[in-house]
């Protein structure tokens, strides 16, 4: 059977054409994460898929286009470990960037079961080696409305009147949630410094955002960042805790 398979592996890479599971990196293989139907969950199971090379994954499905409708169906798949972790490499916003998801019936069969645009929301990672355990992402139809975790980027410090007089920028958040449409996901939100100067603040709602998103905070006048005429010096009750 082996001697098979490598037969038939030889032809296709004569006649051309890549087999399914080893296909070459290109544009797609960094946009597109391949899949095939997983059938059993739980431990052994999960161990089983990565000392294979895979990464057991869920795809969710929302009940409807509105949030708050719980979700509708969980789909188990596994994934290619090499693969997705090239994908987390390229992207630093790997978890708010919409991308494709192409489920194949089995690992070396060419028919696709299943398409479509996805979230991905979770990596877990082995706290000691950083391996991705698993992976958890939901559909993202175009009109599903979904609340993202966006990151905050800081842009324009080198022009900051404040920071050039010696200022110092106090990053307070470094992300903030909003209700997103899944076409109109951005996959970062950023604050721009270039004209703050000593003693000014961004608030959360000041930060300009596609008109489709809906900042979620029971407090949007909440700042995001603040320039301080001088770092600010860590309290006694601090030193002591650390002492």
């Keep these: 059977m082996a001697q098979c398979l490598r037969g038939k592996a030889a032809a296709a890479a004569a006649a051309g054409v890549s087999a399914p599971w080893r296909r070459a990196a290109s544009a797609s293989y960094h946009h597109t994460i391949q899949a095939v139907p997983r059938e059993t969950s739980g431990p052994r199971a999960a161990a089983r898929e990565r000392r294979h090379g895979r990464v057991p994954a869920v795809l969710l499905t929302l009940a409807g286009a509105s949030p708050g409708n719980g979700v509708a169906h969980r789909k188990l798949l596994t994934a290619e470990r090499k693969q997705l972790v090239e994908m987390v490499k390229q992207s630093p916003y790997f978890l708010s960037t919409p991308v494709r998801l192409q489920v194949r019936a089995g690992e070396r069969s060419n028919a696709v079961v299943h398409s479509g645009t996805v979230l991905p929301i979770k990596v877990h990672r082995d706290e000691s080696t950083g391996h ?73 709602h000041n930060i300009p955002v596609h008109p489709s998103l809906k900042l979620l905070s029971k407090n949007e006048t909440m700042p995001v960042c603040k320039i301080l005429a001088s770092k600010p010096v860590e309290s006694e009750t601090m030193q002591d805790l650390k002492s």
């Design 132 to 204: 991705i355990l698993n992976l958890v992402m939901v559909q993202a139809d175009e009109g599903t409305m979904l609340k993202v975790n966006l990151p905050v980027e800081f842009k324009g410090e080198s022009a900051c009147p404040g920071l050039k007089k010696g200022g110092f920028l106090q990053k307070i958040r470094t992300s903030l949630v909003y209700l997103c449409p899944a076409e109109h996901i951005p996959p970062k939100i950023e604050v721009d410094l270039a004209n703050l100067d000593v003693g000014d603040r961004v608030l959360m």
